[in-house]
């Protein structure tokens, strides 16, 4: 996965909405992290793997991977506010075995540690988890770039038109 091709990209839709809604100036770090919270959740929601009460299955494959690059997109901007971009990635497919759900819980855990402490180590742990969980969601490093790729230009077009 290219990860700088998609920094650049989030770069300019940061800046877009930076300019779009007049941001430049304000301090954005705690809403970017609540954000990628309630997108963790959404994404949680969409693959049902905590309701074991329901019988009901997950969502589309298409569905789950829209709302795991929503997440994605978060974590790129808090990596292009802390300056952490200049990072890679390689997560094997070797030997995971970890439950989904554990998988989710561990990046509430990441996004602690990393509010009490935004270092770049705490930020790689958390992006890190980030792909080992679409590596579990069977996602393919192909997959989430061209779907990345697909929701920035929805988002880009979103803030022409005001939403």
Not at 30 to 41: C, G, M, P, Y
Not at 144 to 163: D, F, L, P
Request: one cysteine or more.
């Amino acid at each position: 996965m290219n990860l700088q091709n998609l920094f650049v990209m989030q770069e300019k839709l940061d800046n877009h909405i930076m300019e779009e809604h007049n941001l430049y100036g304000k301090t954005l770090f705690s809403e970017k992290l609540l954000a990628l919270q309630v997108e963790i959740a959404e994404l949680a929601n969409e693959t049902r793997c905590f309701k074991f009460w329901s019988n009901k299955g997950p969502s589309s494959k298409e569905t789950i991977l829209e709302e795991y690059v929503d997440c994605l997109h978060f974590i790129l901007t808090i990596g292009l506010e802390k300056n952490y971009t200049d990072t890679t990635f390689t997560i094997s497919k070797e030997g995971i075995d970890v439950d989904i759900t554990e998988q989710f819980l561990n990046l509430y855990i990441d996004i602690n540690d990393f509010i009490i402490c935004s270092s770049k180590d705490h930020y790689e742990t958390l992006f890190e988890d980030f792909l080992l969980l679409g590596n579990s969601l069977s996602f393919s490093e192909k997959e989430i770039e061209n779907a990345y790729y697909r929701k920035n230009t929805i988002n880009h077009n979103r803030q022409v038109i005001g939403y």
